[in-house]
């Protein structure tokens, strides 16, 4: 199998873990950057089915190694609270030091933001499960940096097309998305996983996000 079918492939199975495991909502939902969407994917219940955690982190692992580069990144560090857990996974796979990004600063000990060891100079690769605004990895990037980190490159399981690659990009920072919502959608309409009204309300938020941007 050529590396592009492989890819569409692994895609077509992690669309489908999504389905198995309910992580696809439907609805009226108040998301973290504090738009309001039709539809919701809840990636934060992922560690609570082992499989499902191990196919999604290897496949993470193996895109980062292809698409990145394990000679590019020094460490690993998790977005809060989402990220956290893939991140851990992940840096076990790739036998890097694993860090994690405090949402606030502590009032206590040596008050930092980031926990782990991390050295001035020290490349890092950030994770989270998605990405809607890029806000919440624009804030770890910045705690990162603020304690000497280097960052140029992020990883998301997830991007919901809705301005967060373009954001990140615009503090110097590469989104790596392993899955665009619009190649989700597709794939589970064309599997009839989803009917197509589901599709269509997925595919108009994309649009309207896109609208709203230009």
Same mark, same amino acid.
């Given at each position: 199998?050529?590396?592009?079918?492989?890819?569409?492939?692994? $895609?077509?199975?992690?669309?489908?873990?999504?389905?198995?495991?309910?992580?696809? $909502?439907?609805?009226?939902?108040?998301?973290?950057?504090?738009?309001?969407?039709?539809?919701?994917?809840?990636?934060?219940?992922?560690?609570?089915?082992?499989?499902?955690?191990?196919?999604?982190?290897?496949?993470?692992?193996?895109?980062?190694?292809?698409?990145?580069?394990?000679?590019?990144?020094?460490?690993?560090?998790?977005?809060?609270?989402?990220?956290?857990?893939?991140?851990?996974?992940?840096?076990?796979?790739?036998?890097?030091?694993? @860090?994690?990004?405090?949402?606030?600063?502590?009032?206590?000990?040596?008050?930092?933001?980031?926990?782990?060891?991390? #050295?001035?100079?020290?490349?890092? @690769?950030?994770?989270?499960?998605? #990405?809607?605004?890029?806000?919440?990895?624009?804030?770890?990037?910045?705690?990162?940096?603020?304690?000497?980190? #280097?960052?140029?490159?992020?990883?998301?399981?997830?991007?919901?097309?809705?301005?967060?690659?373009? $954001?990140?990009?615009?503090?110097?920072?590469?989104?790596?998305?392993?899955?665009?919502?619009?190649?989700?959608? $597709?794939?589970?309409?064309?599997?009839?996983?989803?009917?197509?009204?589901?599709?269509?309300?997925?595919?108009?938020?994309?649009?309207?996000?896109?609208?709203?941007?230009?």
């Amino acid at each position: 199998m050529n590396p592009e079918k492989e890819l569409q492939t692994k $895609k077509a199975e992690m669309a489908k873990i999504l389905i198995k495991i309910d992580a696809l $909502k439907f609805g009226v939902f108040k998301l973290t950057s504090g738009k309001k969407s039709p539809y919701y994917i809840d990636l934060r219940i992922v560690p609570s089915f082992p499989d499902a955690f191990t196919e999604i982190c290897n496949f993470y692992t193996q895109q980062i190694t292809q698409q990145i580069g394990t000679d590019k990144f020094d460490r690993i560090a998790g977005v809060p609270i989402a990220g956290i857990p893939f991140a851990s996974q992940i840096a076990y796979n790739l036998k890097k030091p694993f @860090l994690y990004v405090r949402k606030g600063i502590r009032r206590h000990g040596r008050k930092r933001r980031v926990e782990g060891i991390l #050295v001035s100079g020290d490349r890092v @690769l950030i994770i989270d499960d998605l #990405v809607t605004t890029g806000l919440n990895m624009r804030k770890a990037a910045e705690a990162v940096r603020a304690e000497g980190g #280097v960052v140029t490159e992020t990883v998301a399981f997830l991007d919901r097309e809705e301005g967060g690659q373009a $954001k990140l990009a615009k503090d110097g920072i590469h989104l790596h998305a392993l899955m665009k919502i619009s190649e989700v959608a $597709k794939i589970l309409y064309e599997t009839d996983a989803i009917d197509e009204e589901s599709y269509k309300t997925i595919t108009k938020q994309i649009k309207k996000e896109k609208k709203h941007q230009s």
